[in-house]
T-cell receptor
Framework: ETGVTQSPTHLIKTRGQQVTLRCSSQ?????VSWYQQALGQGPQFIFQ???????GRGNFPPRFSGLQFPNYSSELNVNALELDDSALYLC??????????FGPGTRLLVL | GDSVTQMEGPVTLSEEACLTI???????????LFWYVQYPGEGLQLLLK?????DKGSNKGFEATYRKETTSFHLEKGSVQVSDSAVYFC???????????FGRGTSLIVHP
């Protein structure tokens, strides 16, 4: 059974650019969630996908968008990057009544 | 809305000391409760969980009991090690939902 993987591990962008982060879910999990974790803070929920449909969204602007593929892998896209978007972005997959299994994260730095 | 409140850190202990990290929650219905651990530079790992009242989750010497009467899920360990140094997050998911609410995290520092 493979765990949750994310790519890339680190990324540096400049303000105004766009970024795509990728996540492969754990085998057997059809639900993927994305989180933003600023330094010293808990994860903040961005959105969740269940069977390729958005299943819930946190308090993030529309420039944060996502996608889930038939194999349940997922992408997070952020347009018009701002300095405050610098954070660790975590992907987690889950199945009913289990906790979420997190990937190692992508650390994004916006300059 | 749902919320999770954790004790503020950092918690600093000597090796082999007892640990308690308090966590209380507010939620409607019957949430599932979780503790996650985040080691420096890494993502979160599920440490333990409990899905109904009076359940006790345990893993790696840590344990927590789902107390519905006090809406609490305190994390405990009888003897901590330096390798337990990390940030610990309490979280809940409402019944029937996969969307968790996390606490702010409690940093644990264990000295030799």
């Amino acid at each position: 059974e493979t765990g949750v993987t994310q790519s890339p591990t680190h990324l540096i962008k400049t303000r105004g650019q766009q970024v795509t982060l990728r996540c492969s879910s754990q085998s057997g999990h059809n639900t993927v969630s994305w989180y933003q974790q600023a330094l010293g803070q808990g994860p903040q929920f961005i959105f969740q996908y269940y069977r390729e449909e958005e299943n819930g969204r946190g308090n993030f602007p529309p420039r944060f968008s996502g996608l889930q593929f038939p194999n349940y892998s997922s992408e997070l896209n952020v347009n018009a990057l701002e300095l405050d978007d610098s954070a660790l972005y975590l992907c987690a997959s889950s199945s009913p009544w289990e906790g979420q299994y997190f990937g190692p994260g992508t650390r994004l730095l916006v300059l | 809305g749902d919320s999770v409140t954790q004790m503020e850190g950092p918690v600093t202990l000597s090796e082999e000391a007892c640990l308690t990290i308090n966590c209380t929650y507010t939620a409607t219905g019957y949430p599932s409760l979780f503790w996650y651990v985040q080691y420096p530079g890494e993502g979160l790992q599920l440490l333990l969980k409990a899905t109904k009242a009076d359940d006790k989750g345990s893993n790696k010497g840590f344990e927590a009991t789902y107390r519905k009467e006090t809406t609490s899920f305190h994390l405990e360990k009888g003897s901590v090690q330096v390798s337990d140094s990390a940030v610990y997050f309490c979280a809940l998911t409402p019944g029937g939902s996969y969307i968790p609410t996390f606490g702010r995290g409690t940093s644990l520092i264990v000295h030799p």
